[in-house]
Nanobody, 120 residues
Framework: QVRLVESGGGLVQAGGSLRLSCAAS????????MGWHRQAPGKERELVAV???????RYANSVKGRFTISRHNAKNMTWLQMNSLKPDDTAVYYC??????????????WGQGTQVTVSS
């Protein structure tokens, strides 16, 4: 079982920056991809960024050039650096990992979420 705990959310002015952290614990050897999703009120959850075990990354078009995902496998952590924040970035941000089901018994795990609010 893999548990995820996010931190770093808060209130920031437009144009500001935040850095979200996600720490994984438990069966950490089960983890493959690590990433971030977000969900704004009344909207569908969307992928923000993902980093594979091999180090490749991809981003939603809405955040490219502004957000950067990183991970440190030995520390079992992933970070999302968010720069040039916009009010449209306001959402609950969730850490998410994909798991090797044969090893972990499940295919994914989610954190509780952390609120990011960007004021105009």
């Amino acid at each position: 079982q893999v548990r995820l705990v996010e931190s770093g959310g808060g209130l920031v002015q437009a144009g500001g920056s935040l850095r979200l952290s996600c720490a994984a614990s438990g069966d950490i050897l089960c983890i493959s991809d690590m990433g971030w999703h977000r969900q704004a009120p009344g909207k569908e959850r969307e992928l923000v960024a993902v980093a594979t075990l091999g180090g490749t990354t991809r981003y939603a078009n809405s955040v490219k050039g502004r957000f950067t995902i990183s991970r440190h496998n030995a520390k079992n952590m992933t970070w999302l650096q968010m720069n040039s924040l916009k009010p449209d970035d306001t959402a609950v941000y969730y850490c998410n990992v994909r798991l090797v089901q044969a090893m972990c018994g499940s295919s994914e795990s989610w954190g509780q979420g952390t609120q990011v609010t960007v004021s105009s």
